[in-house]
């Protein structure tokens, strides 16, 4: 099949975080600062995305403003003509730094939330003073006039802080807020028992956010990501695979999407090696699940194939044993009604505690059996 | 959308050639809007200094088109945009 070019990359441009959520994006096996590409690395990066066709870039971790080069990065990405986004936790930022990054030409701020009061954005990033450095660092962020969108990350612990989240994201500015129920990929993974939302509240969330968007229409909009397994469709992940957006990982290893490594059959080009546009083009992992023609049945003559493309590849190598197979989320997976039974499962677990995300190159935690 | 609101894009929004597709695109905060030509002409004449009464007049000569069918036409995308915090009114 024929792809077409991405539109969008996430630059993961370091796996060092301050913070140690426990649903953490990163994979498992986190990369270690030596092993980071260089600034220059990262700026050719940048110049051959835009060639390639990217227009939208992504500055993501880890914490981003842990390279201290960011403002250095931002000004590479705006040169090479990046529509350049900043996906940060605020801290590491200062008023300095983020007037740096205005010079730089920053476009856009995500700024994370883990929680609406100090005791839960705290205990969730495990970082203490968080969430009071993270008010000032959106004061901040107000007073330059940068774009801001709020994401709200959310699961057992805090889904009854979404409307105070809502809210905050009027009282912030924020054009945008991203309210999304934590996936389970990862780190995510390890902590189901403490973070699976109940089917009830769930429910509650999609209710709020319906209601939130005709009362703020103009004022702000909610993008929403839903608890899947509590869904009937699987979500449409990353567009389809290999069809609109690309991951760079810390070591400059090139993804079909954050957590493409948990295949494990699925081998990465990397960007040191290989000029991205090969790697995009020809990888043999960007075209092992592009299009619909690897899918197998009950995707293969599905009505909803070019629409949700079959779902998650890496939920479907974690929860049925094969990427390949369609995302157990979907009513038509033999593994639905199993699913749906451990989310509940899940959910009613008592007393599970979180287990965080570790630094790179630091042992991984279990959770207690 | 009255004759007398002023359409601007605010910051973070703006218009982009996009070399690889050979089109104009809209960039704005996680979205990319691909522009036809008549959205594209609309959005160039946003200035944050002319009412969207003079914008339209001002295509009307341009374009050698009713100004009522122009205003009709690019109030409905104005809207939309304003939905989507894609453009400011003053």
Known sequence: MTARPPIAMLAELTHRCPLACPYCSNPVDLARQENELSTAEWSDVFRQAADLGVLQLHLSGGEPATRRDLEELVQAARDAGLYTNLITSGIGLTERRLKALDDAGLDHIQLSLQGTTPEMADEIGGYKGGYKRKLMVAEWIAAIGFPLTLNAVLHRRNLHQLPRALEMAVEMGARRIEVATVQFHGWALKNRDALMPTRTQAEEATRIVTEARARLKGTLVIDYVPADYHSDYPKRCMGGWGSTGLNVAPDGVVLPCHAAQSIPHLSFDNAREKPLSDIWYEGRAFNAYRGTDWMPEPCASCERKEVDFGGCRCQAMALAGDAAATDPVCVKSPHHIDLQARAEAHAAAEGAPLVYRSAPGKPVPEPAE | ?90
């Open chain 2, 1 to 90: 959308m009255s004759p007398a609101d002023i359409p601007a894009l605010p910051r973070g929004v703006r218009l982009h050639w996009d070399r690889v597709r050979e089109t104009w695109v809209l960039l704005a905060p996680e979205r990319t809007v691909t522009l036809d030509a008549v959205a594209h002409a609309i959005l160039s004449e946003l200035d944050g200094i002319r009412s969207f009464g003079e914008i339209t007049a001002a295509l009307a000569a341009k374009y050698n088109a009713p100004q009522e069918q122009i205003a009709a036409d690019s109030a409905g995308f104005l809207s939309a945009m304003h939905d989507r915090r894609f453009l400011d009114l003053r």
